[in-house]
């Protein structure tokens, strides 16, 4: 009887994901954002500053180095410290903008260096276009193999001027995340040698201000995968439900329909 069940409500989802794509009107969350690198350098360059806050003036630019294999997983980027100066991986304009809906999200990548014997200008800078800069330290250092960071996108994260300066407020972090013109992640963790830097796995994802789930095939979190769950699937994606975005691309339409039944035809997450 279940799996009967199983097998209209899944039609009917499917049908109605179509009607919604069709119609052109998704029923659309902000998206995260994802550099994996597997392609190519996607778009990120070097900066490279004068060593010494808030990092605004560059005095030269860079490109990176792109590897196809090697990652954490896959493609990533390199640079070889370029100067006696200090470097930054900066993000693409083109992503830049409105990120005030990530406030209370992360930011999270995978970094290794050669070396890691200074500590002075690690840090990772966000700024806006009045040029209000915050700051949040990359701690503990990378070493030369992959290490992965997340730093939540919220106030207690990030300092004024430098990694030990005064606490950013809730309304700093709008105000800079809402008009956002720069996200810098740095390099330079070598003193008096020339370190060899990968970035890879850069991701800005949303807060979580509905249902998180530790397995979307348990839907209704009751410690089970039955037709429960089916139900409380399709109740929430028939409503436009921020939880029905099981997939966590942003969308709520066939996708999680999808992802969800593959998921509960499986059993669950294991």
Same mark, same amino acid.
């Given at each position: ?17 179509? /009607?919604?794509?069709? %119609? ?17 350098? #996607? ?23 792109? /590897? ?86 919220? %106030? ?31 390099? #330079? ?21 509905? &249902? ?26 028939? &409503?436009?439900?921020?939880? &029905?975005?099981?997939? /966590? ?15 509960? #035809? ?5």
């Amino acid at each position: 009887m279940i799996r009967a069940r199983f097998h209209r409500l899944r039609s009917a989802a499917m049908f109605a994901a179509s /009607l919604i794509f069709v %119609a052109g009107h998704p029923l659309a969350a902000p998206a995260d954002i994802t550099w994996n690198f597997d392609n190519n350098e #996607e778009g990120w360059i070097i900066t490279d500053h004068p060593c010494t806050s808030p990092y605004l003036y560059i005095a030269s630019v860079y490109g990176v180095e792109w /590897l196809p294999t090697g990652g954490d997983p896959g493609g990533f980027i390199q640079r070889l410290d370029p100067s006696r100066n200090c470097f930054f991986f900066t993000a693409p304009q083109s992503a830049m903008g409105d990120w005030s809906q990530y406030i209370g999200g992360t930011l999270s990548f995978s970094m290794r260096s050669s070396h890691n014997n200074a500590n002075t200008d690690t840090v990772i800078v966000i700024s806006n276009v009045f040029g209000a800069t915050l700051f949040a330290a990359v701690d503990p250092l990378p070493v030369p193999t992959w290490r992965r960071y997340i730093i939540p996108l919220v %106030a207690s994260s990030f300092r004024h001027n430098s990694a030990n300066g005064a606490p950013a407020s809730d309304w700093d972090m709008y105000n800079v995340l809402s008009t956002l013109t720069t996200l810098r992640i740095p390099g #330079e963790f070598g003193s008096g040698t020339i370190e060899l830097v990968g970035l890879d796995s850069v991701s800005v994802t949303r807060a979580c201000d509905c &249902a998180c789930f530790d397995c979307a095939a348990d839907f209704n979190q009751d410690g089970g995968v039955d037709g429960a769950d089916v139900e409380a699937f399709y109740d929430a994606w028939e &409503a436009g439900a921020c939880d &029905a975005d099981v997939n /966590l691309d942003g969308g709520i339409d066939g996708g999680d329909v999808e992802f969800f039944f593959g998921l509960w #035809e499986a059993g669950g997450c294991e």
